[in-house]
């Protein structure tokens, strides 16, 4: 597979996996802190078994890919558990490009810690992916532009941070170990946290009744069972396969892609995800995803 195909892959995974995140916490989970719950649940099945796969293709890797690999889960919980939280008081197309901030973190973390120096070029890159994060947090309300949901930008703004933070800690993890190893590693200590945070034993009694929901569970085993491992596998992959510039460029249209499927999803033959599609709307959310789109393809090239 070419790192070409593997980020193509990553990035349509990672899209409905935003849309089908957005039905599974706002709609189907009562409260989003069973959501959290059953998410880590699977979390401590998956990296286990995703571990299994790295000992019976060449083992875990250096010891320093074991640590890095500790480190991005961290990352990753952070990133995931502030990410679902303004999912659920957000629309999915306003917070997906909220979220392709992390590039720009990635790149600031990068010149703090590993003295890499920036162009002009780059700086008004950032420059302009911020311009359009500004504006896609913007609505119209009584003849004036207001900040939507205040609350769910700072998390969402937030959650893009800690996922510059999980690019530059995964990357250096998959120099010193497998793919399967990194993923593994870091798909467990996710889980470990999130149950840490939210496993309680009302909520735990809970799970019972959330298993006899068929629907639910369905949905959940394909979202977080099956497409946002795939998802997270195909990126790893992509980034041991080419270089970070090269991913980041085409993941950079995650953000676009998402915007179509929620325009499709919300039309009034298949109102699935209820996005308002007045002119306005759909305009200042094309113009603020374009410019972040544009401005994180600078900022990486």
């Known amino acids: 597979m070419t790192w070409l195909f593997a980020v193509l892959l990553s990035t349509m995974f990672f899209a409905w996996v935003s849309v089908l995140d957005k039905k599974l916490v706002t709609d189907l989970f009562p409260d989003v802190r069973d959501f959290y719950l059953v998410f880590g649940l699977m979390q401590l099945v998956l990296g286990p078994a995703f571990m ?52 720009v973190f990635a790149t600031l973390i990068a010149v703090a810690v590993l003295g890499e120096r920036l162009s002009l070029v780059h700086w008004a890159a950032m420059v302009v992916v911020v311009t359009g994060a500004a504006l896609v947090s913007l609505r119209r309300e009584n003849g004036a532009f207001r900040v939507v949901r205040g609350r769910a930008v700072p998390i969402l703004v937030g959650s893009a941070l800690m996922i510059g933070v999980a690019f530059v800690t995964t990357k250096h993890a998959t120099e010193f170990a497998s793919v399967w190893s990194v993923q593994g590693i870091s798909t467990l200590v996710l889980g470990l946290i999130t149950l840490a945070v939210f496993l309680r034993p009302a909520r735990l009694s809970r799970v019972p009744a959330i298993a006899r929901d068929r629907h639910l569970v369905w949905m959940m085993l394909l979202t977080e069972g099956a497409l946002a491992p795939a998802a997270v596998f195909t990126l790893m992959l992509a980034f041991s396969l080419g270089e970070v510039s090269q991913v980041s460029v085409v993941s950079a249209g995650r953000p676009l892609l998402l915007l179509a499927i929620s325009v499709a999803l919300s039309t009034r033959w298949w109102n699935v995800l209820h996005e308002p599609l007045d002119r306005e709307t759909v305009g200042l959310k094309l113009v603020s995803t374009v410019l972040i789109v544009g401005g994180v393809i600078a900022l990486v090239v």
């Open 52 to 103: 299994a796969i790295a000992w019976a293709t060449g083992g875990f890797g250096e010891a320093d890919g074991v640590l890095w690999g500790v480190v991005a889960g961290f990352a990753w919980a952070g990133a995931l558990l502030l990410f679902f939280y303004g999912l659920s008081l957000e629309e999915v197309s306003r917070a997906a490009p909220l979220q392709a901030l992390s590039p």
